[in-house]
Structures are given as structure tokens and as C-alpha cells.
């Protein structure tokens, strides 16, 4: 008994000491009490349920208020929706324990603009216009997911060089995706010259989109039937510098970062998602990737003849903030490699359906034959009918799976469009991030999760 | 990749999918409605896709439920994805998630009337008053 009290004093006055030594104070910190307690916990039940819980591997909502703690403490903080590290307009509603978030709730619906009543407005010609507004950091994704649904509901395949260049250009998307999301979370965390970094390099590609498809976003290019114009003169000159530079300021990224110990520190075992997590809230792409998960929808579920590429799919095991950014810049090396191969083969013929009531004829024609102009006034004011019928396609877009659920009645315009973006799900799986881990941590791990509000609201 | 396409009924929705959850479909990935309005009855369509991962295969659960009930029961216990989507589907329809922890609009504003994505809502039904612009009635 004695024995206890004298260790117990000892151990109260180690920690004093610590406290002091960390905090610079008498007071003591939070810091270093909160993590003494929560260690002896750990040790305490060792029964298999809360190993488990405790190694993720069952989820369950483990959040109690704690009654000790005085409302004085607890407080509720809006962040955004105008807060620069949101990546837009989400409202996080949290409450906060002196630094520790212990509740967080996404708040959305800010950029809400009503895409998919709109959609139903919009005959198919017209679909990907409004499509390519929604996820506006990968908009050929959303072009190419609306064609796609479309061609499956009446039943066309496209042919192979409309194929190519949309995974050609897709696969480009999803670089400068990637690029966007490194740069700008680096920026959230403090590493200002990653975010110049990546929208230089970004730039490249955009020049390339802007001389392909004549918009640097929201490109209407890839439209049900083919794409919209054929690729420019020399553009294997463009791609061929855009895979010589990337690569190249890929390791200059490298060099300033992979071994950085304070991004290493700052990121590495924070904000940690496991599988499990990822299935229960349905998040997927490159999270649920960087948790230990190999599943790519171009490898399971190919789609435009994704199939006959070669690349590996990057998954790393530890699920925290750091594997995810890894995953993203591994991920832009494979892309790199899909380009490359589809830049080499790219096949000759048609890029568009040579079906004259789907496809609009060429300007030349219209001068030369009645019929051309027929045509072309058809599907300019009424668009094409698509057969009754429903059909859900999905493709892997840089955040995840993004599907496209097409119900049509047999008319020119769908009867309901509805788009299964994938930042709306993976948002989801934000309160699980974040809950009990520091305010400074939030920041990085919103970033991780790379939301396009766009995407969200829709 | 074609879905598997599985009609039911309200009263044995959730024992399905508790059925799915076991046969190893990890993933609930999206949840809609198709609004039949004076084309079908019951009105509304609810539409549930799911993923198996180890499978590598699609279900799609498709059920009617009624314009003056709207009711089904909620699947958040058993996926927690379904959340934002019966949210969503709440506001933009009216459909009402038995037992769905928070059960509020999700993309409209909290006061806002109507369900705006059902067929008998009009697009542009209110005006977009632009700055400094003449009043229109």
C-alpha cells in the first residue's frame, strides 16, 4: 500500500516536471495528461472487441461526452464556408475541446445550382455541357461517364480512335487533377512552394486541353457518340513534352518532400481511414487505395478499352494523410505511362459515330447536300431519341468511382439524370477523420480527401 | 458491366439488403429517385445500387413506394453511406427514411418549400432577381 502511494507520488511529480518542461508552465498541458491517460486505457482491456475497434477493423461510433468536462471548455466553431483550406464553400460545424475536435459535422448545399433538374431540361447533344460543370477539376471525367451512359442506352460503340484520344484525355484530366490536389494541399499545410509547383505544371496540360478542345475547363469535348473534334496538328509534340517535363518536376516534388521530416511529422499517422471505414462510408479511389485496398474501377470494371493498357494499380497499407498524397503522386506516373501508350497507338479513322442521326455532319457537307442540312437542324433543335430504358455506368475519376444513373421514356431529353459524384460520399467519411485529433490536423486531413464542391453540391 | 437488376416491395427492403451486407457487397454507392409522376403508380422509384469489391459485381435494387405514405425504412444502420443519400433524396422528393439518425435537407436551405427535383415542380419557378435590376412581378 505504502509502495503504491510512493510510486504514485513519484509518478505526479515525473509528470510535473514533463508538464512544465513541455508547456513552459506550472499549469500542465493538455497534451501530455490527455495522451498519458489514453495509453493507460489502451493497456487496460485487452478483450478482442476492443482490439479490434482499436486496430479499426470494426467501426463503430466511439464518441461519449465526457461528463468532467465543463461546457466552458467545450465549444462549437463554424469553419468556412468561406475558410481557404475548405477547397471551396463546405461548412464544417465542430465542436471543439480545448484543441481536440471531438464532433464534426460537413455542412454542404452552398454551391448548389440544381445540375440534375437542369439535366432533365438539356437533350443528350446538350448533356455534357452541363455534366462538365459539375466536378470542374476533372471535367472530362464527367463528360465521359454522361457519354458513356447515353451510348449504353441506345446501344453504339464509338470508334477506336474517338476511344483513344477520350482516354487519352481522360488520363491526362486525371494528372492535372492530381497536380491540383498535391498543390493545393500542400498550401493548406504550409508548403507554399508546392502549390506553385503543381499549377505550373498544371499549366502545361491545360494549354494542351486549351488547344485541343478550345476551353481550358469545362471542355464539352467528349460528347455520346465520339468526341467533339479531332486531336490538333503536331499534338504528339505537346504530349511528348508534357511526359518529358512531369516526370522530371515530379522528383523536384520529391526531393523537396519524401524525405522533409517536418511534412513527414506533420502528415504521417494523422487522420487515419481504414478499409473497413472506406466500405462502411463508401469511399473509394485513391483513399480508399492508401488504405490497403487495391481496387481501381479501370481494372475491375474497364471501360473505352482501358483494358488493353499496361499500368499498375499504386496501393500503399497505412490509410493516414501521407499514404493518400503518396498514392496521388504514384498514381500520376502510372497515367503517365497510360498516355504514353496511348499517344504510340493511336489508331487512324473516324472520331465520331458515323451514324447521320446521332452525329452532326460536317460544315463542309452543308453547302453540297440538302439532306446534310437536315440533319444538321435535327439534332441542333430537337437532339436524338434514346430508347426507354435505364442504365447506372461508373469510371474512375481521380476521386473515385463517379457513376451516372440515365433513366430515359423514349424522348430527345432524359427523363431523369442523376450523377453519383464521389466527393459527395467520400465526405462522408470526414467526421471519421477528424474526431478526436487536433483542429491543425483537420486542415491536412480535408485536404487528403481533395472535395470539389462542385462535385458535392452538384 | 450490367447490374444485376432486383425489383422488391417496402415491407421486405430492409431484409434484403441486411441479405446483401452478408453475401458480401461491401459497398452501398449511390441511392436515387425516379419520380413516375401520372406516368406510374406507386409514384416514386427508389433506386440503390451496390458494390461487391471481392466479387467484382453491381446490384441494383429498384423499389416503388406511395405518393401519399412516402415512407421506407432507412438502411443507415447497415450502411452508413446511405446518410447523404437519404438525405438527399428526402430533400429533393419528400421520401421519408424511417429511423434515419438526421433526417433534415441536405442541399437546400433549411426553410425552403418543395421537393425540387419531383416532376410537378417546375424549373424556373422563381426568378432570379439579378442586382440593381427592374422589379418584375
Known sequence: MKNNKIKKSKLSNFKNKLDFWATNSEEGGWNISSTDEGSQKMLEDENEKQIKIQTGTEVVDDFVIDEDTSDDERMIVNMGPQHPSTHGVLRLQAELEGEVVRRVKPIIGYLHTGMEKTGEELNYFQGPTNTTRMDYLSPLFNELVFSLTTEKLIGIEVPKRAETIRILMTELNRVSSHLVALATGGMDIGALSMMIFGFRERELILNFFEKTTGLRMNHNYIRPGGVAADLPDGWQKDVEEILKIIPEKLQDYDDMLLDNPIWKGRLQNVGILTTEECFAYGVTGPSLRASGYSWDLRKSQPYSGIENYEFDVPTLIEGDVFARWRVKVLEIFESLKIIEQAMNNMPKGPYKVQDKKITPPPRKRLDESMEALIHHFKIYTEGFKVPEGDAYVAVESPRGELGCYIVSDGSAKPYRMHVRGPSFCNLQALPVIMTDSPIADAVAAIASLDPVIGDVDR | ?137
Open chain 2, 1 to 137: 458491366m450490367n447490374p444485376e437488376i432486383i425489383s422488391s416491395t417496402t415491407e421486405e427492403y430492409k431484409e434484403l439488403i441486411e441479405s446483401f451486407k452478408k453475401d458480401g457487397f461491401e459497398m452501398m454507392v449511390d441511392l436515387t429517385v425516379v419520380d413516375w409522376f401520372r406516368k406510374k403508380e406507386p409514384r416514386f422509384e427508389i433506386v440503390v445500387q451496390f458494390l461487391s469489391t471481392s466479387k467484382n459485381s453491381r446490384k441494383t435494387v429498384k423499389v416503388f413506394v406511395n405518393d401519399e405514405d412516402l415512407t421506407i425504412p432507412s438502411i443507415t444502420e447497415i450502411y452508413p453511406s446511405a446518410n447523404f443519400y437519404e438525405r438527399e433524396a428526402y430533400d429533393m422528393f419528400g421520401i421519408i427514411f424511417e429511423d434515419h439518425p438526421d433526417l433534415t435537407r441536405i442541399l437546400m436551405p433549411d426553410d425552403w418549400e418543395g421537393h425540387p427535383l419531383r416532376k410537378n415542380y417546375g424549373s424556373g419557378r422563381i426568378p432570379v432577381q439579378f442586382k440593381n435590376a427592374p422589379k418584375v412581378d
